[in-house]
């Protein structure tokens, strides 16, 4: 290969080179419509210890409602009754979830996301949290918040849509407690 071959070809890798770097510089300028939040604290204002009631609107099944009592959590709708505090947990923790991907609630077509109306409807305390579709490509679920839809990991609707039975605390054996059993 001569020299007059060799700077052609170095030519062109540093024009194809230059092509990129420029592509990347425009991509950061003109930034997308999604926002990549580094602080991510604070989505719903609260902590799981500041949550007192929370309430799950499920179409097509019955209203779920839980009410902390001492420390304790208790279910007041459909039954009444001590609630399942390992099922509760889950969504007690939701207020310190953090989701990476939000948009602005005028820039998306509710309908199709299935956020208006939701798939479901979470309340804790007075904060509502809607319930709309999953991305086709990962699996994440749009979350709706105020004007705000949040993109995040689904890991509570399948617990929330879960038979309202499961949520009511087990029933303590309280012959195993006094050390007798029937014989």
Wanted: glycine share 4%; charged share 20%.
């Amino acid at each position: 290969m001569n020299t007059l071959a060799r700077r052609r070809w170095l030519n062109l890798v540093l024009l194809v080179l230059l092509g990129l770097v420029g592509g990347l510089a425009m991509l950061v300028w003109l930034k997308p419509k999604q926002e990549r939040h580094e602080d991510l604290s604070g989505w719903l204002d609260l902590t799981p210890a500041q949550i007192e009631q929370i309430e799950v609107e499920r179409p097509g099944q019955v209203k779920l409602v839980f009410t902390r009592q001492e420390d304790r959590w208790w279910m007041s709708a459909p039954e009444h009754g001590l609630a399942n505090p390992i099922l509760l947990n889950p969504i007690l923790h939701l207020a310190e979830t953090h989701c990476a991907l939000q948009y602005a609630v005028a820039e998306l077509d509710l309908k199709s996301l299935q956020l208006d109306p939701p798939q479901l409807r979470l309340k804790l305390n007075d904060q509502e949290i809607r319930f709309g579709t999953t991305t086709p490509t990962d699996g994440q679920r749009y979350l709706q918040i105020a004007q705000t839809v949040h993109l995040c990991p689904d890991r509570l609707y399948p617990l929330l849509t879960s038979a309202e039975a499961s949520f009511r605390a087990p029933p303590i054996d309280t012959s195993a407690l006094s050390g007798t059993k029937n014989k």
